[in-house]
């Protein structure tokens, strides 16, 4: 028995089949995006520096994820022409805090306008949860645009180093805004200060919290989902961030990565429907990106131990990525601090991409989903191809019955499609980004 299922509450439009067992339980869910947008073709004959101006319309949620991709792939066609660049410890600050700040602005999005939803009683919750998720998300804008200079879709950053230069009062501007984000986090999600609850150390200790991430925990705990949406046990992380670095990890086993062997398949769709989501692979197997996978590489010893207890299950997913929150915020306040003032924002290249007969890039960074690829070739300044490779492609691959993707593997042996939906939505899904 086949369901056809629209899931809403994620950004964009996806479609969930499901292959139902006599009992209800999930056989086997196929995964499709029916739209697209076309923005690596809408990029092709483009002069270079366009790149810029449009990556960032990719989406509406990590626009700075995606300039900062796109900069660093054109920073990359320098040197790999042979060209050395100068970017000041100033302006690497300001693109890391951008970075880090969009990051914190969508996990409180995700936690109070996707996952709550998903669960039983959410609507004695709506309007508070609406208002937090909205007010933290606007602090974070706030602190973004005094750094650099708009939100969303900025063009702040550029080979070289970044267009905006703040000023003394700006940064105590964004140093108020982060202590007014450390408030919304004590008051809602953990009632703790992000400093001491990075402190803590065992996962029951999180259980034994006030807050409405411990009243989740223990909704999973009540409705026995501990261990609900298990997937392969494989994670991948693409580039450094303020957490930790590069990497992958199979189980708690860890290992460096080879850029190049991250490749992309023809996307793969159900008889009779359209599926623009391409799926992504690492040495041909299937891997998991984001905050779950971030901290499994980083050994962060909580979340090691929240996956010992439960492995790669929805709940560790979750944890990780809340708990990821409060590390952001101490790493901000911290980089808020290091930077020198005098230190020049922008040191231009020595030749124009013009002047360069032929050449190709690659920049990736951490985005709140996960690991983000933006490849380029360029033919005197132009562009000739450009291949964005999302978050999303890695964790919602279609696989097959046989070798499932990594969301598929979670919903496979789930009692019923709601509990699916939810374990789906843990992954926190973003069609606009992978139909691009």
Known sequence: MKIERFIERIEGEATLLFDKNRDGSIRFVEIFFPHIRGMEKFLERKPALDALAIAPRVCGICGHAHLVSAAKALESCYENAGIELNISAKAEA??????????IQ?????FYLTLLPATEGFETKKDKSVLTAH???????????????QWPHTSYALPGGVM?????????????????????FKNSILQLDPKDACKIAKVETLFEKNGDFPDLLRYFRKKGWERVGQSHDRFIVLANHPIGGAGKAIKTRLAPIDILSAKEDEAIAPEGFINHAKPVRYNRRFYEAGPLARAMVAKSYLIRQMHRR??????????ARVMEIAKLLEYCKKTLDSIDLSEPSYMPPPVSLKEIESTRGQGYVEAAR?????????YRGKITRYCITTPTQWNLANGTPEYPGVAQKAMIGLPNEKVAEMVFKSFDICSVCTTQ
């Not at 300001?94 to 990051?103: A, F, K, N, V």
């Not at 969508?106 to 995700?110: I, M, R, Y």
């Not at 000023?167 to 105590?172: I, K």
Request: proline share 1%.
């Open 135 to 149: 007010h933290a998300a606007s602090l974070c804008s706030r602190a973004i645009a005094h750094l650099a200079g």
């Open 310 to 319: 439960y492995k790669d299950a929805s709940l560790s997913r979750i944890t």
């Open 106 to 110: 969508n996990h409180f999005k995700w």
């Open 164 to 184: 905006c230069d703040p000023t003394h009062v700006e940064m105590l501007q964004t140093e108020s805004l982060l202590a007014q984000i450390d408030e919304v």
């Open 94 to 103: 300001i693109r890391s805090l951008t970075l880090s700040l969009e990051i």
């Open 370 to 378: 996960g690991s983000l690829l933006h490849g380029v070739h360029l």
